[in-house]
């Protein structure tokens, strides 16, 4: 069978133009950046551009929130759906690793206390059953690898997370096979994922960490039995991963120049363009696009001195 592939929330990358570009490549399902609750409710207008779904993605778009304090959630689904009518999922974030949220017991700080995890997802449940929303979390598998002061159960949560959620009615999961205290970089593992998957057959998982291409892709969902995927990092580098994941389509990996990119380049400016975004607004995406590539450190050179985007978009055509 098919997988279903996500291309997950990525805070300052996962603008509209970078989920239109994917969704193109092949992504199934796109999600916004994380969106706090309490921001939108103050008409920030930072937060409110996260949330812009140009109407041909509204069926394919997940938002996702986290909020200050769990009772402003009601109002923050409202303000979402005054803004986007046809949004179909509302995701939560308990995996976000900024020590800012984490002391408060936000984002991944949360994943060592199940009582607010379980507290967290009831809530939700209620709000999203209340305006026909599907509810769905995002979350880490636990605190830390392994501590010689904590038992197994006070490091890797997941499990007990996992059973409060479901507990609280939620049957959709993300799960993250990083620790918290792992960050980004560690590898990720999948054991736990398959056997959240193997305990819970009446909840769907969905996997995520360290997909680079088709065969890990292929071993992560082997190795997990989940049969749909979360694909970041990788797809930040090269949002037609998607299309190698679904259409046999042949990247060249190794040894990329300039060259090799510049449809991605130019698919990515043209959305760009069409969405009215500054280059301010998308230069960690370029960023990330050009960093594995031959003649990428010239690329940023040119793009640090442009403040156009349409200049920029020229200066691709000639790579
Ligand atoms: C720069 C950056 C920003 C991220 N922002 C978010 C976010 O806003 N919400 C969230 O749930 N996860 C966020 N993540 C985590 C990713 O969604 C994903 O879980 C993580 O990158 C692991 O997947 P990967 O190994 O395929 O990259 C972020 C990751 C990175 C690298």
Do not use: W
């Not at 680079?212 to 580098?237: F, H, M, N, P």
Request: charged share 30%; with cysteine.
């Amino acid at each position: 069978m098919k997988p279903t592939l996500y291309f997950p929330p990525i805070n300052k990358l996962g603008n509209v133009s970078y989920r239109r570009i994917v969704a193109n490549a092949g992504a199934d399902f796109v999600f916004t950046e994380m969106t706090r609750v309490e921001k939108i409710l103050e008409d920030d207008e930072f937060q409110l551009r996260k949330l812009k779904i140009p109407a041909n993605m509204s069926h394919n778009t997940i938002v996702q929130l986290i909020c200050d304090d769990i009772e402003n959630l009601e109002a923050g689904i409202k303000k979402t759906l005054e803004v986007n009518p046809n949004v179909f999922e509302i995701n939560y974030n308990m995996g976000c690793p900024q020590s800012s949220m984490c002391s408060k017991e936000m984002g991944g700080g949360i994943v060592g206390n199940p009582d607010k995890v379980e507290s967290i997802a009831k809530k939700l449940y209620e709000i999203c059953t209340k305006y026909n929303l599907k509810p769905s979390i995002k979350i880490r598998i636990g605190i830390i690898r392994s501590d010689t002061r904590k038992e197994e159960s006070e490091c890797i949560t997941i499990y007990e997370n996992v059973k409060r959620i479901k507990q609280a009615g939620i049957k959709k999961i993300y799960i993250h096979g990083r620790c918290l205290r792992d960050g980004y970089h560690k590898p990720a593992t999948h054991a736990e994922i398959a056997r959240v998957v193997k305990e819970n057959p009446d909840v769907e998982i969905i996997a995520n960490g360290d997909i680079k291409d088709s065969e890990s892709l292929k071993s992560i969902l082997t190795q997990t039995g989940c049969q749909s995927a979360l694909v970041g990092r990788a797809a930040l580098e090269d949002p037609y991963i998607f299309k190698e994941l679904t259409q046999n389509y042949k990247r060249n990996k190794q040894g990329r120049e300039l060259k090799d990119i510049k449809p991605q380049l130019l698919d990515f400016l043209q959305y760009v363009i069409e969405d009215n975004l500054s280059i301010s607004q998308i230069k960690h995406n370029l960023m990330y696009m050009t960093k594995n590539t031959q003649g990428g450190a010239e690329f940023r050179k040119v793009l640090n001195n442009s403040n156009d985007v349409k200049e920029l978009e020229s200066y691709c055509k000639t790579l």
